[in-house]
């Protein structure tokens, strides 16, 4: 079936340290493809999307690209900041489906320290 | 333009009553879905609709359930709560469009919790 695999938390760096995040997923046919992030107490904000193959999607320093190869869709900053603590969330969605059937990852925990 | 908004923000209640959450969509969205948000099982679709009509459901009990109403606010009721009822209840609304996807933008979400 459908689903989203991501690395399991929590991760802690150090502010300017380089950051990865694997997502791999499982879907029928091209899904779009999406990297949600969720600060404390607040509900989901769209960080970036792909949607289609090779696609790079990018916001605020942030990085995934479309790998259809691999199925994965893996987050990258090159310097992360303080700021940046919060849960991030892989997602994706088909195209022709319903437009609200994202189905997510377990999320990751991001924790940036001075 | 504002946000999308729940209430309540958060709720307490106890096993076996029920509870109504509500959301109310960005001016213009027509498509609205909500989401189950726990520790455990992550961030799980429960329905969406569209023009007030139910277009697509997750896999819930059918203690769960919605309506959309003709200003595409959205309820969803829980009846006859259980303890693993407890989590955050996203809601997310959407502009429609033909074949381009239309961003999710999310609502702070409803805290419940049953005691």
């Known amino acids: 079936g459908n689903s989203v695999t991501q690395m399991e938390g929590p991760v802690t760096l150090s502010e300017e340290a380089f950051l990865t995040i694997n997502c791999t997923y499982t879907a029928t046919g091209y899904p779009s493809l999406f990297w949600y992030v969720q600060y404390p107490g607040e509900g989901l904000q769209l960080l970036l999307k792909a949607t289609k193959a090779d696609d790079k999607g990018s916001n605020k320093g942030f990085e995934a690209t479309y790998r259809k190869e691999t199925t994965s869709f893996h987050l990258e900053k090159g310097s992360v900041q303080v700021s940046d603590s919060a849960v991030y969330f892989c997602?994706?969605?088909?195209?022709?489906?319903?437009?609200?059937?994202?189905?997510f990852g377990k999320g990751t925990k991001l924790s940036v320290k001075p | 333009k504002a946000g999308v908004t729940q209430t309540p923000r958060y709720l307490i209640k106890t096993r076996g009553q029920q509870v109504t959450l509500s959301c109310s969509p960005i001016?213009?969205?027509?498509?609205v879905s909500w989401y189950q948000q726990t520790p455990g099982q992550g961030l799980q679709f429960l329905f969406e609709?569209?023009?007030?009509?139910?277009?697509n459901k997750g896999n819930f009990p059918g203690r769960f359930s919605g309506r959309q109403f003709s200003n595409s606010r959205s309820e969803m009721n829980v009846s006859t709560l259980e303890l693993g009822d407890s989590a955050l209840y996203l809601c997310?609304?959407?502009?429609?469009?033909?074949?381009?996807?239309?961003?999710?933008?999310f609502g702070p979400g409803t805290r419940l919790t049953v005691l």
């Open positions: 997602a994706h969605m088909n195209y022709g489906g319903s437009q609200g059937n994202l189905i």
């Open positions: 997310a609304s959407s502009l429609e469009g033909d074949e381009v996807y239309n961003e999710q933008f």
């Open positions: 609709y569209f023009s007030e009509t139910q277009r």
């Open positions: 001016s213009g969205h027509r498509s």
